[in-house]
């Protein structure tokens, strides 16, 4: 049976639905949230961003500012800058949009945001809180991941399950679909594959995390019931890795040209060669193998932006008190 398609989008759609109404009660209370994204110099691939997270957040009310300083800002500039963002209640969330010019220190920069108005979940408090088991502010791809795997009905691995299961479960820890499901985890960046394996161990999955110096790939990709993919590889994970059945959440995001039947590259709308977005994984075969599988576009990409909504508002409940 061909694989059932994960509809990140329809997921995604239903969390930020919620998150909506969570805004509106927020701004009753008058604490609508203000999401302040800093934009140090020009950069063109990031405008398309900024204008893309502009439109998610005020789609739900959450109002968003766009702070811009010049190219010359040196590094002690934008952290006395984020050092009043921080210190402004007005402000909910800062959004440090990268690259940042060259010489400047992204990480310090980032690690300057106070981790209550940290939106990106990707400051060491925050990465530490998801080690205790809190992912109020997790990082929004690996926390979209885990929810759209969570999200899926599969099959329970204990059947009957052990009393323990049922705890946790009604404890909302972990899904009797998830609880002891073999989850493997290519890549272990900070921002996706390793909190993206700790999501998965709170919720009592067997988690293994594979990476660039993995000797067997294929062989550990076969174990994962679930087995989610985040390297910037095309193609990395083929057909043969997956174990028939598996949810397979491809993560990977990469530009490819897009080649039509005859083989050529195929022109865009300016006549220009055409390119197109894929995952790591080798979609069209991998959905012969798979039970589920995320397409990319229109997986794990919609959920990493509720994610980030999601921050901006339990950023706004946790400033409440
Ligand atoms: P990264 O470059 O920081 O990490 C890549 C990881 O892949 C590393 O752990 C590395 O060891 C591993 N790796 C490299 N080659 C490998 C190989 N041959 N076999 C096994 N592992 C290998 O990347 P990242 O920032 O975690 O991003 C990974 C992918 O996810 C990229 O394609 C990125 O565009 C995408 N991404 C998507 C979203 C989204 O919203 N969907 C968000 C962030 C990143």
């Known amino acids: 049976m061909p694989a059932q398609i994960i509809d990140g989008n329809a997921v995604a759609d239903r969390i930020v639905a919620e998150l909506a109404?969570?805004?509106?009660?927020?701004?009753?209370?008058?604490?609508?949230?203000?999401?302040?994204?800093?934009?140090?110099?020009?950069?063109?691939?990031?405008?398309?961003?900024?204008?893309?997270?502009k439109e998610s957040c005020e789609k739900i009310g959450i109002s968003y500012r766009l702070d811009e300083l010049p190219?010359?800002?040196?590094?002690?500039?934008?952290?006395?800058?984020?050092?009043?963002?921080?210190?402004?209640?007005?402000v909910t969330g800062v959004i440090l949009q990268m690259p940042l010019p060259e010489g400047l220190d992204p990480r310090a920069a980032q690690r300057a945001i106070g981790f209550e108005k940290d939106i990106e979940g990707m400051h060491p408090a925050n990465m530490g809180r998801v080690v205790y088991?809190?992912?109020?502010?997790?990082?929004?791809?690996?926390?979209?991941?885990?929810?759209?795997?969570?999200?899926?009905?599969?099959?329970?691995?204990?059947d009957p399950l052990p009393e323990f299961a049922k705890r946790v479960i009604a404890a909302g820890k972990t899904t009797a679909g998830l609880y002891g499901k073999n989850v493997v985890v290519v890549g272990h960046s900070e921002i996706v594959g390793k909190p993206l394996a700790l999501l998965f161990l709170d919720s009592f999955c067997t988690v293994s995390v594979c990476h660039i110096a993995t000797k067997n790939l294929a062989e550990?990709?076969?174990?994962?019931?679930?087995?989610?993919?985040?390297?910037?590889?095309?193609?990395?994970?083929?057909?043969?890795?997956?174990?028939?059945?598996?949810?397979?959440?491809?993560i990977g995001i990469n530009r490819v040209p897009d080649i039509g039947p005859d083989g050529k590259q195929l022109l865009n709308k300016k006549g220009k060669p055409a390119m197109k977005?894929?995952?790591?994984?080798?979609?069209?075969?991998?959905?012969?193998?798979?039970?589920?599988?995320?397409?990319?576009?229109?997986?794990?990409?919609?959920?990493?932006?509720?994610?980030?909504?999601?921050?901006?508002?339990?950023?706004?409940?946790?400033?409440r008190g």
């Open 220 to 250: 550990m990709a076969r174990q994962a019931d679930i087995l989610c993919v985040a390297v910037g590889k095309p193609g990395l994970i083929k057909a043969e890795m997956i174990k028939p059945g598996a949810a397979v959440i491809d």
């Open 277 to 319: 977005t894929v995952g790591d994984v080798d979609y069209e075969k991998a959905c012969a193998v798979a039970g589920w599988i995320t397409p990319v576009p229109g997986g794990v990409g919609p959920m990493t932006v509720a994610m980030l909504l999601k921050n901006v508002v339990e950023a706004a409940r946790a400033a």
């Open 21 to 53: 109404a969570e805004v509106a009660k927020l701004k009753a209370a008058g604490r609508g949230p203000l999401l302040v994204a800093v934009q140090v110099g020009e950069n063109a691939a990031s405008r398309v961003y900024i204008k893309n997270q």
């Open 71 to 90: 190219a010359t800002t040196t590094q002690a500039d934008l952290a006395a800058h984020i050092g009043k963002l921080n210190a402004d209640p007005r």
């Open 133 to 158: 088991g809190d992912a109020a502010q997790a990082p929004c791809t690996a926390h979209g991941a885990y929810l759209l795997a969570r999200s899926l009905e599969l099959p329970p691995s204990h």
